[in-house]
């Protein structure tokens, strides 16, 4: 879906409501983040940013990694020179709204208790009233994102009104029975019909056209504003950075799903790490093959081979938090001032200082293993469709648990990856130790 101008055309008498919320308010949100102003593809994956949902392919949807705060509008202030005109702001963002015919005032939204309290739809005094045929237009000073719009009082009992968009609507709610009807999704029809909807995307500019008069109906809008997102300050939003928390540890792995450093490709387009980072410019997909329409890796959506929870996209996982995710294993080192290793498993007969001082004679380890004919072997054990070890009962797991998974082929480890609330079974991965 591409972001551009909205036509809305079939309220036949209709004001604009204009108020200000003190502080930001919450609408149940379906992100789709994109823009009118760039044609850019950051990522490669042939999908341009403004209609791509995850602009630098790590999986976690731009809505996720770059949130903004739904406002509604402030305080109108009509032109001293043209009464067609009038300006305000949406917490601080400049917008102007223009009318093909001279504005007109009333006291409040129609029938404003219709609405439920818990959208904090608004209800103040002035409301522009619209009594002709228009053409009207919101242009904004900065782009917001999934503009909200409602309708107050859509047609009469006797008099049913269309509303046509240029662009697909999400109804967040309507009125119950017949009074408000969704055509189709560029549709709607009022009958004494109260809606709520969003225009997903990014706009700098929406319009819309009443073309039917009736006694009158009530508008207002918000939209969200977005809010900076470079958690660790290196000029990239983190919608564009690979690594957003520059722990060295790549986005793609740091999300919440089971996304493997074999799965990593080299990033298409212009996406980096940026600096600071020790970690490679890879994401997990650089190709139009590997993305689905809105731009989200196949790996990680329902049915991806790195899918959790048969969704679209991956969650944050720890990518907003600075861990020790490069973490790797070189040999000890045994120039200078050494430790002694303390842990270890020998198959030899020997361990402490009557036993050749073993293991504190290997230095620089955390645990020394050691046999001349036999291999450290974990239990074996095949994984079944649901991602649980065969023969292994639920009620048996016990967080720290390893087996090796000879299904997948990996050593897997039973944990948690967002603070206990839920476990899994996880390949573990570890890349190898960089040289500088």
């Not at 879906?1 to 209709?14: D, H, Q, S």
């Not at 093909?100 to 002035?126: D, I, K, R, W």
């Not at 189709?184 to 995307?201: A, C, D």
């Not at 928390?245 to 790549?250: I, P, S, W």
């Amino acid at each position: 879906m591409n972001k551009g101008t909205l036509t809305l055309a079939g309220l036949l008498m209709c004001s604009l409501f204009f108020s200000q919320i003190s502080g930001p308010q919450v609408l149940p949100h379906k992100p789709n983040h994109s823009s009118t102003a760039k044609l850019i593809d950051s990522d490669g994956d042939g999908i341009t940013d403004n209609d791509d949902r995850d602009d630098d392919n790590d999986g976690i949807p731009d809505a996720l990694e770059c949130p903004g705060q739904f406002f509604w509008t402030g305080p109108l202030t009509y032109s001293a020179v043209d009464n067609k005109v009038a300006t305000g702001t949406i917490n601080g963002i400049n917008f102007t709204y223009t009318s093909s015919q001279p504005l007109e005032a009333t006291g409040g939204m129609y029938n404003h208790g219709a609405f439920p309290a818990s959208y904090g739809v608004p209800n103040n005094n002035p409301t522009i009233k619209n009594t002709q045929v228009t053409i009207n237009t919101l242009t904004f000073a900065s782009p917001m994102t999934d503009p909200v719009l409602v309708f107050s009082s859509i047609g009469s009992p006797v008099i049913s009104v269309p509303i046509t968009f240029s662009n697909p609507i999400e109804v967040i709610w309507a009125s119950s029975g017949t009074s408000l009807v969704v055509n189709s999704p560029t549709k709607i029809t009022g009958t004494e019909g109260f809606v709520i909807l969003r225009i997903p995307g990014v706009f700098t500019s929406i319009s819309f056209n009443y073309t039917i008069a009736e006694n009158y109906a009530n508008f207002t809008f918000g939209a969200t504003v977005p809010l900076p997102c470079d958690y660790d300050g290196d000029g990239i939003p983190n919608s564009l950075d690979l690594d957003s928390d520059n722990d060295g540890c790549l986005d793609a792995l740091e999300g919440d799903e089971n996304v493997l450093t074999s799965q990593l490709v080299a990033a298409g387009g212009t996406v980096t790490v940026g600096p600071g980072s020790i970690a490679p410019n890879n994401n997990i997909c650089a190709s139009s093959t590997c993305v689905d329409s809105q731009g989200i890796p196949l790996l990680v959506n329902s049915g991806g081979a790195a899918d959790v929870g048969s969704d679209q996209g991956q969650g944050l996982g720890s990518s907003q938090n600075i861990n020790a995710c490069n973490s790797c294993y070189k040999p000890g080192t045994v120039s200078g001032t050494t430790l002694d290793t303390k842990v270890g498993i020998t198959s030899l007969g020997r361990a402490g200082t009557p036993g050749d001082n073993w293991p504190m004679v290997r230095k620089g380890g955390w645990m020394a293993l050691e046999s001349k004919t036999k291999g450290f072997v974990l239990n074996r054990v095949p994984f079944n469709a649901s991602g649980n070890p065969v023969g292994i009962a639920p009620a048996d797991f016990i967080e720290g648990m390893t087996v090796y998974d000879t299904t997948n082929n990996c050593l897997k480890i039973y944990t948690t990856k967002d603070n206990g609330a839920t476990y899994g079974w996880y390949c573990i991965s570890i890349q190898s130790c960089p040289d500088v």
